[in-house]
């Protein structure tokens, strides 16, 4: 249940994409983060900092890119939002008497004051290589788009690739090209995020097994 409520609009994203193109997929995933919010704040009693922050970049990213029709910038959300991530985590060893990470997790888990901060380090170093490869992919994409649009051809800058029929343009291969770049974004958005999650949260129980262990040694 929690992975459908942490991965669901990205899900959705995904699901829209696929078959109403990008621009319909941002305001779907705008409702259903809403939802997310809502939802977390019906069943805790408190909205959740980190969808709140979701919510705000999507609503203004996803918000400027639907009126300006302009893809660049949900997909730049990304970057921005996992760059914020790795920032308020590494500052959190400065700040308190307590990482962010172990006033999440220090109730289950007790640990030492320096595996915290490793912790800490090693998330905020993974939210970067995601932000990063991101990045790329973006990069890829809007040269992809900008080569197809500035090719020559008489073709709307704001249209959707997603829904674009690339066997009526004379730059049907430009237009192939834009369109697999813009679609591989959208599969790392979902799988490529969600696999470095899952990712980072192996290495995360592998690092804390020999204190998981000695804790149950004690016992």
């Known amino acids: 249940m929690k992975f459908l409520l942490d991965f669901g609009p990205i899900i959705l994203f995904f699901i829209v994409y696929k078959y109403y ?35 705000a970049l999507l609503v203004v990213f996803g918000g400027i890119s639907i009126i ?54 090693f998330w905020s170093l993974g939210f970067v290589i995601i932000a990063a490869i991101n990045a790329f992919f973006v990069n890829t994409a809007l040269s992809a788009r900008n080569q197809f649009l ?39 958005k979902l799988f490529g995020t969600l696999g470095l999650t899952l990712v980072l949260i192996v290495i995360t129980v592998l690092m804390l097994s020999k204190h998981i262990k000695e804790k149950q040694t004690e016992s």
């Open 68 to 121: 300006l029709r302009d893809p660049a910038f949900v997909m730049w959300k990304v970057s921005v939002l996992y760059i914020i991530f790795a920032v308020v985590l590494i500052g959190s060893n400065y700040v308190g008497s307590k990482t962010l990470l172990e006033r999440m997790m220090g109730k289950e888990l007790q640990l030492p004051r320096a595996t915290w901060i490793n912790l800490t380090l």
């Open 21 to 55: 193109g990008l621009y319909a997929a941002i305001y779907a995933m705008i409702a259903s983060t809403f939802v997310q919010i809502m939802y977390s704040r019906i069943t805790t009693g408190k909205f959740v900092t980190s969808q709140v922050l979701t919510f």
């Open 150 to 188: 500035n090719g020559g051809a008489e073709i709307d800058p704001k249209i959707d690739l997603s829904n674009f029929d690339c066997t009526q343009s004379p730059l049907e291969n430009l237009c192939i090209s834009a369109q697999s770049s813009e679609e591989a974004w959208v599969n790392f």
